[in-house]
């Protein structure tokens, strides 16, 4: 999602037009940043997707996507049993993570906060929140209300100022109430290229959200490798895709690189921060 924000910035950022000389810059600082903090900060653990509920997830969509969805519907009910909430996303999109939470048993009210407006708005009389969206600017956002639980997926990297965005975020929950955050990792930079403001390293993550987080390494050497041959190659350089083009054979490789991910669960395409508060 981006944002408005402080403009003073030396990140340059990937969304957008950009010339030759700015994607050479982006590269070169993401990737002296990302060395410069490899092998600090906490440690993480791997999310190995159950392949059951991964099959039914395969619709052609990027690993980390796939693994994603897997891991809000296995991991958050272990965090907040389903129960009435109130929810805030950051970074809603369409707001299907509503949906999400409905499937999975959550209910009471959802907050969904966006630049821009893409927001379905149209639910079933039956829908179990209540829905509420706000097209304004992330930094300057606060719920009408505390809530219990927090989500953004794919959207801090995309902040212009993401420290001082999550620096606002402790204030805004009820006592017991938990952050969920998906962000791309390091070693994304291979499969994302030019893609919002920056990638997140455990160091990092450690320094934006203070020490007491829990880290959870989505995907793996397969995710890694499956996107950056089969999505990013052709997608990006020679405007084909493979995975819409032959749906049946990238299933296929999907699940291979699942598998190798289990084997060598080593350069992640993303991280999960929990925080808990």
Not at 30 to 38: E, F, H, I, K, P
Not at 121 to 137: S, Y
Not at 248 to 267: F, H, I, Q, S, T
Request: hydrophobic share 40%; aromatic share 10%; with cysteine.
């Amino acid at each position: 999602m981006p944002a408005l924000g402080d403009s003073k910035q030396n990140e340059v950022c990937g969304d957008g037009k950009m010339s030759a000389g700015d994607r050479v810059c982006y590269l070169w600082q993401n990737l002296w940043r990302n060395l410069a903090t490899l092998g600090r900060g906490p440690a993480a653990r791997s999310f190995a997707p159950d392949m059951a509920r991964a099959r039914a997830e395969m619709s052609g969509q990027s690993p980390s996507r796939l693994i994603t969805n897997v891991f809000i519907d296995t991991e958050l009910p272990n965090l907040m049993p389903p129960r009435q909430l109130d929810v805030l996303e950051v970074g809603c999109g369409a707001g299907a993570m509503a949906s999400r939470l409905a499937v999975l048993g959550y209910s009471g009210s959802y907050t969904g906060v966006d630049i821009q407006d893409y927001f379905k708005r149209e639910r079933g009389a039956d829908f179990p929140f209540t829905i509420d969206f706000h097209r304004a600017d992330a930094h300057t956002f606060t719920p009408q209300r505390p809530i219990d639980l927090m989500i953004s997926v794919s959207t801090l990297e995309h902040i212009p100022s993401d420290a001082k965005l999550i620096a606002r975020f402790p204030g805004f929950f009820k006592p017991g109430g938990v952050e969920v955050h998906i962000l791309p990792a390091g070693a994304s930079l291979l499969p994302y290229l030019w893609h919002g403001y920056r990638q997140y390293t455990p160091a990092k993550l450690a320094g934006r959200f203070g020490p007491d987080i829990e880290l959870v390494r989505i995907g793996g050497l397969g995710s890694l490798l499956l996107h950056t041959l089969v999505i990013t190659a052709p997608e990006m350089f020679l405007r084909r895709s493979p995975r819409r083009a032959w749906p049946g054979v990238y299933e296929k490789m999907m699940w291979l690189a699942l598998r190798l991910d289990r084997v060598l669960p080593v350069c992640p395409t993303a991280y999960a921060v929990i925080r808990k508060h």
